[in-house]
């Protein structure tokens, strides 16, 4: 079986530093990948790690530890279009052929003035 | 603008009609993919097209029927629907199915059943 949890709600301030976790259980693991989806939106690409540790690209931090089942996405110098859910998703090879997304339900996060 | 587009972006049917969602992509991509999203769920795969050979949920009921003519087009059939359906249905597409690929989702059409 496959479970991934997120929190369902953050809430954080314009300028801030916020973490959004992720952990996952899954049969097999082929990658995790992070999409920012706004209100009324399709899901846009923020990143992916397949190796332990963090990937770093401008404001936004993705780290990884396949040990734990661990995931989180850092944002930095929080904006308010920063406010949107935030879907974490694991690729597991022994899910329908390795083709799949598994999705976790995503952390819907406000950021206020 | 994802390069991956949708049509209609907003579907209202009844439970007796047949429609059909289009998908587009312009992305020189190999796999397109459906997914159901609804409230307060998380993205459930419904369909994965690889070099036009399909993978299928097997949990998806037979009301809803993909068609991928080519690599650039996949549809989603719809009949006798129920009103738990009504959700938003994301199409995308992704280079190939393995490895780093990311997958392109489109904007979504959000269907309701009456």
């Known amino acids: 079986g496959q479970n991934i949890d997120q929190p369902t709600e953050m809430t954080a301030t314009e300028g801030a530093i916020v973490q959004i976790n992720c952990t996952y259980q899954?049969?097999?693991?082929?990658?995790l990948f992070w999409y920012q989806q706004h209100a009324g939106e399709a899901p846009t690409f923020l990143s992916y790690?397949?190796?332990?540790g963090l990937e770093e690209k401008g404001r936004f931090s993705s780290f990884l530890s396949r040990s734990k089942g661990y995931s989180y996405l850092l944002l930095k110098e929080l904006q308010m279009k920063d406010s949107a859910s935030y879907l974490c998703?694991?690729?597991?090879?022994?899910?329908?052929?390795?083709?799949?997304?598994?999705f976790g339900s995503g952390t819907r996060l406000q950021v206020q003035p | 603008e994802t390069g991956v587009t949708q049509t209609p972006r907003h579907l209202v049917m009844g439970m007796t009609n047949k429609k059909s969602l289009k998908c587009e992509q312009h992305?020189?991509?190999?796999?397109m993919y459906w997914y159901k999203q609804s409230a307060k769920k998380p993205l459930e795969l419904m369909f994965v097209?690889?070099?036009?050979?399909?993978?299928e949920n097997n949990s998806v009921p037979s009301r809803f029927s993909p068609e991928c003519p080519n690599s650039s087009h996949l549809f989603l059939h719809l009949h006798t629907l129920q009103p738990e359906d009504s959700a938003l249905y994301l199409c995308?597409?992704?280079?190939?199915?393995?490895?780093?690929?990311?997958?392109?989702f489109g904007p979504g059409t959000r269907l309701t059943v009456l």
């Open positions: 995308a597409s992704s280079l190939s199915t393995s490895g780093s690929n990311e997958q392109f």
């Open positions: 899954t049969s097999g693991f082929n990658g």
């Open positions: 790690n397949v190796l332990d």
């Open positions: 998703a694991v690729r597991d090879p022994r899910d329908t052929g390795r083709r799949a997304l598994t």
């Open positions: 992305l020189g991509h190999n796999a």
């Open positions: 097209y690889s070099l036009e050979e399909r993978v």
